[in-house]
């Protein structure tokens, strides 16, 4: 019996293992897709052939071609597909912990840099996407209201170390980090500009300390 026990627990993880390898092929087509060709022109048979399975995967998958774009962009900003929501995982954990207003806002620089240089792309997909498609729109929406959300939590983090600069309330303190750590910002430096990846952290990080604190 505990050989029989063992087997099964191993053949699980080899199945999970496989269905995430899977996951993430479709994602990957998915994503090179709706670069190409745009989100509206993606078909999900197009997406299913690009990654090599069949079209019942996708749907049993994802359950739909919105479905498919909403899935990458969770990955994309985890950084895998643990169903973890952000603000629990171990960067923003780190900022949470850490005493020093300076260094928190250097580790968040540092931490949200990597997520949007993931999930940048994505956006630009999703915000074309929302032109012609409503559902895409609303979710959007939504998205953006929880980026809010986050950066509110992070002043609340930050000011329980310390007051932020004279006159400066923490609404809008997040409003200001939200603004400076959107896709929009991110893609005029990074594409618009040609700025290397860490020459945007530096920057965010010097800005907000600037900004921010007294």
Do not use: C
Not at 39 to 45: G, L, M, Q, R
Not at 108 to 119: C, Q, T
Not at 195 to 205: D, F, G, K, N, T
């Amino acid at each position: 019996m505990p050989k029989v026990k063992r087997k099964r627990t191993y053949d699980s993880a080899l199945r999970k293992q496989q269905a995430s390898q899977t996951r993430m092929r479709i994602l990957d087509a998915a994503q090179g897709l709706f670069a190409e060709r745009g989100y509206a022109a993606s078909t999900v048979e197009a997406i299913a052939a690009a990654a090599g399975v069949a079209v019942d995967t996708v749907y049993a998958g994802f359950g739909s071609k919105r479905g498919v774009l909403q899935a990458l962009l969770d990955v994309r900003v985890g950084g895998d597909e643990a169903r973890i929501d952000l603000l629990d995982r171990a960067g923003p954990q780190a900022v949470r912990r850490e005493r020093d207003q300076e260094v928190q806002l250097a580790a968040f620089a540092a931490d949200i840099s990597a997520i949007i240089e993931r999930a940048r792309p994505v956006d630009d997909i999703i915000r074309g996407a929302a032109a012609v498609d409503a559902g895409v729109a609303g979710f959007r929406a939504k998205a953006q209201a929880y980026r809010y959300g986050n950066m509110r939590q992070l002043i609340s983090w930050l000011t329980a170390n310390g007051p932020l600069r004279a006159g400066l309330t923490e609404d809008d303190a997040a409003a200001i980090v939200w603004t400076m750590t959107s896709p929009e910002v991110h893609g005029l430096l990074r594409v618009g500009r040609g700025w290397s990846p860490e020459r945007y952290a530096a920057w965010l990080r010097d800005s907000l300390t600037r900004i921010l604190l007294s």
